[in-house]
C-alpha cells in the first residue's frame, strides 16, 4: 500500500555531492519516521541517517557533518544531501519509511539507488 520510489543517484568523484530523494504514495495513513539506508555486495543494510515526524534527526557516525537528511511532509518526500563523498560511500542506497496503513505500522523500502564514488 506505500510506494516509495527513488532518485538522484549516480557517479561522483571524491570530494563531490549528491542529493537524492525518495517519495512516497500509496493509501497509507500518516509516516512517521524516514530514513536512509546504505548497502555493499555480501554486507548488511546499514543506516544512514533517520528522520523523525517531527524532524529529529539522528546520522551514522561516518556520514555526520557530511550527510544532511531532510523531508519535506507535504510532498511525503525525504531527502539525502552527500557532500564530500568518499568511495567508501559507494553502495546501493534505500529509503525506508514506516507509515500506518489503516491500523497497521509497517516499514517500506525503496528499490534502491546505487551511488558510486570513483575518480
Known amino acids: 500500500q506505500v510506494q516509495l520510489v527513488e532518485s538522484g543517484g549516480g557517479l561522483v568523484q571524491p570530494g563531490g555531492s549528491l542529493r537524492l530523494s525518495c517519495a512516497a504514495s500509496?493509501?497509507?495513513?500518516?509516516?512517521?519516521?524516514m530514513a536512509w539506508y546504505r548497502q555493499t555486495p555480501g554486507n548488511q543494510r546499514e543506516l544512514v541517517a533517520i528522520?523523525?515526524?517531527?524532524?529529529?534527526?539522528n546520522y551514522q557516525h561516518s556520514v555526520k557533518g557530511r550527510f544532511a537528511i531532510s523531508r519535506e511532509n507535504a510532498k511525503n518526500t525525504v531527502y539525502l544531501q552527500m557532500n564530500s563523498l568518499e568511495p567508501e560511500d559507494t553502495a546501493v542506497y534505500y529509503c525506508?519509511?514506516?507509515?500506518?496503513?489503516?491500523?497497521?505500522?509497517?516499514?517500506?523500502w525503496g528499490q534502491g539507488t546505487q551511488v558510486t564514488v570513483s575518480p
Open positions: 528522520i523523525t515526524s517531527g524532524g529529529n534527526t
Open positions: 525506508n519509511c514506516d507509515a500506518y496503513v489503516q491500523t497497521t505500522l509497517r516499514r517500506y
Open positions: 500509496g493509501s497509507f495513513s500518516s509516516i512517521n519516521a
